[in-house]
């Protein structure tokens, strides 16, 4: 399958009018923080949670059938995590296009929607889901300074790339362990 688009998420949100501050790859965290956490709601009701967090209503009264990227990557990631086969990917800007600063930012803002969509939802945690959010609370904190880069990029990019993969298969090991248990459909309430 494949990856979701950043940048078609990206030209969507500007189409709408969103907030410059509504970031792509939190959106896809956020998604998939719900599903992580198995709650599966209805495209609809992904359009209206995803307007509520970005705070931008446009999202949410655009009928599902023409809301392309938005859509998209929430039916993507339902599928790829559904599948079982570890194809899943994030919502993250292309390595050969964006800088590793840019990158970093957004697999922090990556993990603040994730962490916000699970939190959401309210499962109940074992202590190996309590440390993996955790772990993902220290990403979601990442910065990456142009210093850090004059001091070795290419220790950077594999850090970098080390993490992306960590966040990976955090989603993946944490929509395993509450999607069956936990699974919610339709248009249950969420906590913001």
């Not at 590793?100 to 922090?108: F, G, N, T, V």
């Not at 309210?122 to 880069?149: A, F, N």
């Amino acid at each position: 399958m494949p990856a979701p688009d950043f940048d078609s998420l990206c030209d969507e949100l500007t189409r709408l009018g969103a907030d410059k501050d509504t970031h792509p790859a939190e959106l896809h965290g956020l998604a998939c923080g719900f599903l992580a956490a198995g709650f599966q709601p209805s495209a609809d009701h992904w359009l209206q949670e995803a307007a509520d967090y970005a705070h931008q209503p446009a999202i949410a009264t655009t009928p599902a059938t023409e809301q392309g990227p938005l859509v998209e990557i929430y039916t993507l990631s339902q599928a790829q995590l559904g599948a079982g086969d570890f194809e899943f990917q994030l919502c993250l800007p292309d390595d050969e296009i964006y800088g590793l600063a840019e990158r970093s930012e957004s697999l922090a803002r990556w993990c603040q929607g994730f962490l916000h969509g699970f939190a959401a939802v309210q499962s109940p945690l074992t202590d190996e889901d309590q440390e993996l959010l955790r772990d993902l609370t220290e990403i979601s904190r990442l910065e990456i300074s142009t210093d850090d880069l004059e001091e070795g990029e290419d220790e950077a990019e594999g850090y970098y790339a080390e993490l992306t993969e960590f966040v990976r298969m955090a989603a993946i090991g944490l929509f395993m362990d509450h999607s069956r248990s936990n699974n919610r459909e339709g248009d249950a309430h969420v906590h913001h």
